[in-house]
């Protein structure tokens, strides 16, 4: 497309991010006769669907990977693959010399927060693990062209977290194990299988139990009661018989969870101290805790070594930090966390999604006040309960939909981008795609992209 032709005025709006939230802001926008350019770091647009939530969630993943496909397909959305923030385009040029309406992050939160012990991320890959590598490694390497990290899991396993994601990544220590304990006795078995049954019932049908599989149990520790696990959300303003009701829900929560999966489960309890022998940590000094009026205290020289051939660390993901975009301590720092608006001006920066609080769970997302962000991606994804997928009920479309109309209503106030302006955008924009070799056949990139043995 030539600068020099004109265009007609438009709103321009730049998303940061095609997944869930990413998605569904460009196609309320494009619906509303925006010009809608969706940046995404990787081939294909699903995000955390793909790369977060574990390969078990078979149909749940297929269904929202098409509900994100017919929302970029709209024609006034500009589909931009293997283009991250702050690598193939620098932030600020896209908000001070594109000339856009708008910028809307929802780049999610793919940065885990910092494993609580000083110099312990000297040891990554070294008996360290973080939660979203190896969630990435899980869901991917049954790919014959998969060349991201490897691990190599090992019985004993610890894990220092607490909330749905950690419970995810115990159930992936269990089934795995289990299912290479049956492969050295002969056996084959489905991953799907024990994650849907259980592994003691299936290991029935083949005469054994656990126990006789030789195999240490993970152990998942949590620095505060298992009532306080952020298993399932309690709203701000629920009665207190209610908000009691569902403490004690948490606990049948994970009750079920280990019955099912069978691993070790420690409350009040906090790493304090690494166990590091050669070049490795072997383990962790974990400490007690104690819990009153919402807050934790470390119990002092109640340090003991848990040894561990390897720990994963689970406690929250954060925004990749920005140049260009403020921040405060983890997070990105806001001019009005409600409406999701982080800088004022002639190009207005927004977010949505995971980026906004940069915490992957309900309730941070309710107390911050935001109403959306976190909320709208964990509860547009359906997670309930011990983290397993649930149909998306049409309450909970509605409720994506109508934040992300609401968004939209901002980000509209904004005066149209000049028709020249909206030409010499476009210009940029075919430019990028044409340097990755996207063509604009949208569903004929999918194609493309999609491994031919993806999970």
Request: net charge neutral; glycine share 10%; charged share 25%.
């Amino acid at each position: 497309m030539s600068a020099s032709v004109p265009l007609e005025p438009a709103h321009v709006v730049a998303v940061i991010g095609a997944a869930t939230s990413g998605s569904e802001i460009a196609r309320i926008l494009a619906e509303r006769r925006a010009t809608v350019i969706v940046f995404e770091q990787n081939p294909r647009p699903y995000g955390k669907i793909e790369d977060g939530l574990p390969r078990w969630h078979v149909k749940q993943r297929r269904d929202e990977y098409e509900e994100i496909n017919k929302r970029l397909e709209h024609p006034n959305i500009h589909y931009v693959p293997l283009t991250r923030m702050g690598r193939d385009i620098d932030f600020a040029e896209l908000r001070d010399a594109w000339g856009l309406s708008a910028v809307v992050l929802t780049n999610g939160a793919w940065r885990d927060r910092p494993f609580p012990v000083e110099g312990a991320d000297n040891y990554v890959d070294r008996g360290l693990v973080y939660q979203n590598p190896l969630i990435y490694w899980f869901n991917h390497y049954p790919e014959a062209t998969y060349d991201g990290p490897r691990y190599e899991l090992r019985p004993g396993t610890t894990v220092v977290g607490g909330g749905l994601a950690s419970i995810d990544v115990v159930k992936v220590l269990q089934i795995e194990m289990t299912l290479q304990a049956l492969k050295r006795r002969g056996i084959e078995e489905d991953m799907l299988k024990l994650e849907r049954e259980g592994l003691a019932p299936v290991l029935k049908t083949h005469g054994l139990e656990y126990a006789n599989l030789d195999v240490a149990p993970c152990r998942l520790f949590y620095r505060r009661r298992v009532l306080d696990m952020p298993l399932s959300d309690i709203a701000p303003d629920a009665p207190a018989k209610r908000a009691e009701a569902m403490r004690q829900a948490r606990a049948k929560i994970l009750d079920k969870a280990q019955r099912k999966f069978l691993f070790e489960f420690q409350e009040l309890s906090v790493p304090t101290g690494l166990v590091v022998e050669g070049d490795r940590m072997v383990g962790v000094m974990m400490s007690r805790t104690e819990a009153a009026d919402g807050k934790v205290r470390t119990i002092p020289d109640s340090a003991k070594p848990v040894r561990a051939p390897m720990t994963i660390s689970s406690i929250g993901s954060i925004p990749e930090p920005i140049p260009g975009i403020p921040q405060r301590g983890e997070v990105y720092q806001y001019v009005d966390a409600a409406v999701g608006l982080l800088m004022e001006g002639r190009t207005g920066i927004y977010a949505a999604g995971n980026v906004l609080t940069g915490k992957g769970n309900i309730k941070d997302s309710l107390v911050s006040g935001t109403e959306i962000g976190i909320h709208v991606a964990e509860r547009y994804l359906g997670l309930s309960g011990d983290g397993s997928g649930v149909p998306f009920t049409d309450a909970k479309r509605e409720e994506a939909h109508l934040e992300g109309l609401r968004m939209a209503a901002s980000i509209n106030a904004r005066e149209p981008v000049g028709g020249a302006q909206v030409a010499e955008i476009m210009k940029r924009v075919r430019e990028r795609q044409q340097a990755v070799g996207y063509a604009g056949d949208y569903r004929g990139w999918i194609k493309k992209v999609t491994p031919p043995d993806l999970q």
